[in-house]
Nanobody
Framework: QVQLVESGGGLVQAGGSLRLSCADS????????MGWFRQAPGKEREFVAG????????YYHDSVKGRFTISRDNAKSTVYLQMNSLKPEDTAVYYC?????????????????WGQGTQVTVSS
């Protein structure tokens, strides 16, 4: 059974940085794309970033391009989200998810397994 465990969230001032980690256990991590999503209070869940199974292809929501970087270490079965120049509007619960295949997708229903989420709060 796949289990995703996120870590690295917290409270940071605007302009600061955080790095989220998501460790995958239970199956062959390297064969599947991974994604990060977020959900702010009162808003729908939105796609943030995705990475292909090899790490060779990445994609970002327009709102985080140039500030966030997704990466993965298949040897450690871990995906990361480096978040720089954080803004108050980045405040949300961040979730990692395992795709159903090797390519990322911005659609939540293309992901099979989800972590429990980690809170990111950016103060102004």
């Amino acid at each position: 059974q796949v289990q995703l465990v996120e870590s690295g969230g917290g409270l940071v001032q605007a302009g600061g940085s955080l790095r989220l980690s998501c460790a995958d256990s239970g199956r062959t991590f390297s064969g599947y794309a991974m994604g990060w999503f977020r959900q702010a209070p009162g808003k729908e869940r939105e796609f943030v970033a995705g990475v292909s199974w090899s790490g060779g292809s990445t994609y970002y929501h327009d709102s985080v391009k140039g500030r966030f970087t997704i990466s993965r270490d298949n040897a450690k079965s871990t995906v990361y989200l480096q978040m720089n120049s954080l803004k108050p509007e980045d405040t949300a619960v961040y979730y990692c998810a395992t795709a159903r295949g090797s390519s990322w997708s911005p659609l939540g229903n293309m992901y099979e397994y989800w972590g429990q989420g980690t809170q990111v709060t950016v103060s102004s």
